[in-house]
């Protein structure tokens, strides 16, 4: 198991940048394939993007791509979702969450897959 917390979440205008982090803690962080997900109001949690363990592969929903950028650092147990050009309908609680297994390439969009998951962290995008 691990421990995961998100942060850098805030309010930015429409065309700005964040970059969210994600804490983890516990088992070693390179074990994990790590997904980001996101809820808007009212709506269901959609997949962001995921990168494998090795951080070889890295895989996003349409929505994002040439926008946002998933890294991570196992040294430092931490992952990273750098997010720009900002647009009002990003607005949304964002998650991490760790997935042990070994994932196929179609699978890492499913949140099931996922055992492990973080608080979220409130990103807001003003027009």
């Known amino acids: 198991q691990v421990q995961l917390v998100e942060s850098g979440g805030g309010l930015v205008q429409a065309g700005g940048s964040l970059r969210l982090s994600c804490a983890a803690s516990?088992?070693?962080?390179?074990?994990?394939?790590m997904g980001w997900f996101r809820q808007a109001p009212g709506k269901e949690r959609e997949f962001v993007g995921a990168m494998s363990r090795s951080g070889g592969n890295t895989y996003y929903v349409d929505s994002v791509k040439g926008r946002f950028t998933i890294s991570r650092d196992n040294a430092k147990n931490t992952g990273y979702l750098q997010m720009n050009s900002l647009k009002p309908e990003d607005t949304a609680v964002y998650y991490c969450?760790?997935?042990?297994?070994?994932?196929?390439?179609?699978?890492?969009?499913?949140?099931?897959?996922?055992?492990?998951w973080g608080r979220g962290t409130q990103v807001t995008v003003s027009s």
């Open positions: 969450a760790a997935a042990l297994s070994y994932l196929a390439s179609a699978a890492y969009q499913y949140d099931y897959q996922y055992l492990d």
């Open positions: 516990g088992r070693s962080f390179s074990s994990y394939a």
